[in-house]
Antibody, heavy 120, light 109 residues
Framework: EVQLVESGGGLVQPGGSLRLSCAASGLTLSGHWMHWVRQAPGKGLVWVSRISNDGSSRSYTDSVKGRFTISRDNAKKTLYLQMNSLRAEDTAVYYC?????????????WGQGTLVTVSS | QSALTQPPSASGSPGQSVTISCTGTSSDVGAYNYVSWYQQHPGKTPELIIYEVTERPSGVPDRFSGSKSGNTASLTVSGLQVEDEADYYCYSHAGTYNVFGTGTKVTVL
């Protein structure tokens, strides 16, 4: 079965850290840009971060710069998002999304998401 | 890095057409022909329905069409069907980042 499976979400206190993982099954990640997208409960989609095929280029939405770090391990077919200094406003379902061979190419596969709740 | 602006809601009766606008800036929508549209049903993950402004992935009905003029992209759903009731999001490449629209809830009356 072709799928992206996120893990690592959960309840964390403000100021805490979490590391999300996204494992690919039945599809390749190498050769594709990868993205993290989040959606707060009842709210819209927000692009969070992207990483190039080889991991050499990374970018972030302004609200997470300096706090989140995206990375990948193509050999393990896994994408990561290290989230530090978490805030209540980071509470959301985080989706792992496969992009195209270039940053501007459309996405094709989405994971089912992992819920991150930041609360004391 | 502001979200692209979409109307919060749109509606139409079965068989009618509805058009959703997506307004950005000269740094995102206006700068690139890399605008996509996603459809999201409640509790489901988003599905790509339009990419590169006008292109449809295989399997997407031709009732869905996209266009762009200046800093505003648009999605038109023709021959509205009950199953088209969903949230719709535009999405644009913006050079060093990507950005989604605020989302539009389409209701089929």
């Amino acid at each position: 079965e072709v799928q992206l499976v996120e893990s690592g979400g959960g309840l964390v206190q403000p100021g805490g850290s979490l590391r999300l993982s996204c494992a690919a099954s039945g599809l390749t990640l190498s050769g594709h840009w990868m993205h993290w997208v989040r959606q707060a409960p009842g709210k819209g989609l927000v692009w969070v971060s992207r990483i190039s095929n080889d991991g050499s280029s990374r970018s972030y939405t302004d609200s997470v710069k300096g706090r989140f770090t995206i990375s990948r391990d193509n050999a393990k077919k896994t994408l990561y998002l290290q989230m530090n200094s978490l805030r209540a406003e980071d509470t959301a379902v985080y989706y792992c999304v496969r992009g195209g061979e270039y940053s501007y190419k459309p996405t094709d596969y989405w994971g089912q998401g992992t819920l991150v709740t930041v609360s004391s | 890095q502001s979200a692209l602006t979409q109307p919060p809601s749109a509606s139409g009766s079965p068989g009618q057409s509805v058009t959703i606008s997506c307004t950005g800036t000269s740094s995102d929508v206006g700068a690139y022909n890399y605008v996509s549209w996603y459809q999201q049903h409640p509790g489901k993950t988003p599905e790509l329905i339009i990419y590169e402004v006008t292109e449809r992935p295989s399997g997407v009905p031709d009732r869905f069409s996209g266009s762009k003029s200046g800093n505003t992209a648009s999605l038109t759903v023709s021959g509205l069907q009950v199953e088209d009731e969903a949230d719709y999001y535009c999405y644009s490449h913006a050079g060093t980042y990507n950005v989604f629209g605020t989302g539009t809830k389409v209701t089929v009356l």
